[in-house]
């Protein structure tokens, strides 16, 4: 009877995920699955769905492709600039805004509001910003003689404007997962370290980062698989890839592969590329903080 009532239960709980189950096999699993088989053919007819010449053809044009380097290179740059960035930002400003300042409700809705704003949108807001002539950053600079800087027109440049667009744009989620950690935290710990004497550093050091350490995790692989499909936000900015393609990124690239040359098999492998590379990062940084939850 029992053994019949649990095969029941585990039957129910079946159906009651089929449906998720069902939208990650459609959207997620199939999609991966077509897309690593499609990257192993020379050519694909997307209407016949239909490919030819199955080998690595596609992986060695991607891999000698110049553009298809350089968008590694660029995507691999805004990656470890914005996510520490970002990350130490975030959490100085959590702790500000925990700490009980005036206000704090109002600026905690003020920093959530460029996560719940189109991306296009803050693009065009940072594009009047960085302006060369009309730029509110270069009015600012012009205080102290420094003359108009060239943000959005110099290659050079491309990837550092880039860079703090994602910062700040990238800021707001981290801030609300970080305000709901730092309130889920014992208060007891921080009194029985008042107790001991300790410093406001020696309390954040030996009490809110240890607590804090399995959010912080999360947080970074969040954060690096999130810079890794940047898109929109090179989109929005520059309107294409920048100066001699000097913005573009790994997404970018592959986005214009299939729809602006067609090549479906390159864009196919430059994806199963990239996934493999958020994939190693993700291991290495999951492993480095298990280490450190061991010691």
Same mark, same amino acid.
């Given at each position: ?35 690593? !088989? ?9 209407? #016949?769905?239909?490919? $030819?010449?199955?080998?690595?053809? $596609? ?9 298809? !380097? ?123 370290? !008042? ?50 393609? $000097? ?22 492998? $430059? ?15 999951? #492993? ?8």
């Amino acid at each position: 009877m029992v053994g019949q009532n649990k095969k029941k239960t585990t039957i129910q709980a079946f159906f009651y995920v089929l449906p998720a189950l069902i939208i990650i096999f459609a959207f997620v699993i199939y999609p991966l699955i077509h897309t690593i !088989r499609m990257s192993f053919y020379s050519e694909f007819n997307i209407f #016949k769905r239909e490919g $030819s010449g199955f080998g690595l053809d $596609s992986y060695i044009r991607v891999l000698k492709d110049s553009s298809f !380097r350089k968008a590694v290179l660029n995507t691999l740059i805004y990656t470890f600039v914005t996510v520490p960035i970002s990350l130490i930002l975030a959490l100085l400003l959590s702790l500000l805004l925990n700490s009980g300042i005036k206000a704090s409700k109002f600026f905690q809705t003020a920093y959530f509001l460029p996560y719940v704003t189109n991306a296009i949108a803050i693009g065009l807001a940072f594009r009047f910003i960085f302006h060369s002539q009309y730029g509110i950053l270069n009015k600012f600079l012009g205080l102290f003689g420094i003359n108009a800087i060239q943000w959005l027109n110099d290659p050079n440049l491309a990837i550092p404007s880039l860079c703090i667009f994602g910062i700040w744009s990238g800021m707001a989620f981290k801030i609300v997962i970080f305000l709901a950690g730092l309130q889920g935290i014992d208060k007891q710990l921080y009194q029985a370290a !008042r107790i001991d004497e300790a410093s406001r550093w020696s309390q954040f050091i030996h009490v809110t980062v240890p607590q804090l350490a399995p959010i912080i995790s999360y947080q970074l692989v969040i954060a690096i698989i999130g810079a890794f499909k940047t898109y929109v936000e090179v989109v929005g900015l520059f309107g294409d890839a920048g100066p001699i393609d $000097s913005a573009m990124t790994m997404v970018y690239y592959m986005f214009e592969q299939f729809y602006a040359e067609s090549h479906y098999t390159e864009a196919a492998a $430059s994806g199963v590329l990239m996934f493999l590379l958020i994939m190693v990062f993700t291991l290495i940084q999951m #492993k480095l903080s298990n280490r450190k939850t061991d010691q």
